[in-house]
């Protein structure tokens, strides 16, 4: 079973930065970390679960959604089994419950998607 656990949540002030880090644990049919395509989404209150960010195995290849373009940076550390989300000149839509996963294939779809997270809270005053 592969636990992912996020933190770095928190309160900032629009402009501000904030860095999620995603540490996974735990290994199913003999993955290791390395083997998943790993994705931020998040879900800000009434609204879906949306795609943010992902990056490849080797972590060569980045996706961005067209919010998160130039503002967030999605990175990881394949000897510490860890992705991370670096997120500047945030912005009060920004607000939301951020969620890492892991994919065993190169998606961006929240469906296809096969580990989650439990989710951190970002919140972004103006």
């Known amino acids: 079973q592969v636990q992912l656990v996020e933190s770095g949540g928190g309160l900032v002030q629009a402009g501000g930065s904030l860095r999620l880090t995603c540490a996974t644990s735990?290994?199913?049919?003999?993955?290791?970390?390395?083997?998943?395509?790993m994705g931020w989404f998040r879900q800000a209150p009434g609204k879906e679960r949306e795609f943010v960010a992902a990056?490849?195995?080797?972590?060569?290849?980045?996706f961005y959604a067209d919010s998160a373009k130039g503002r967030f940076t999605i990175s990881r550390d394949n000897a510490k089994d860890t992705v991370y989300l670096q997120m500047n000149s945030l912005k009060p839509e920004d607000t939301a419950v951020y969620y890492c996963?892991?994919?065993?294939?190169?998606?961006?779809?929240?469906?296809?998607?096969?580990?989650w997270g439990q989710g951190t809270q970002v919140t972004v005053s103006s």
């Open positions: 996963a892991a994919a065993v294939k190169v998606t961006t779809s929240t469906y296809e998607y096969n580990h």
């Open positions: 990056v490849s195995w080797s972590g060569a290849s980045t």
């Open positions: 735990g290994r199913t049919s003999g993955r290791t970390f390395s083997s998943y395509f």
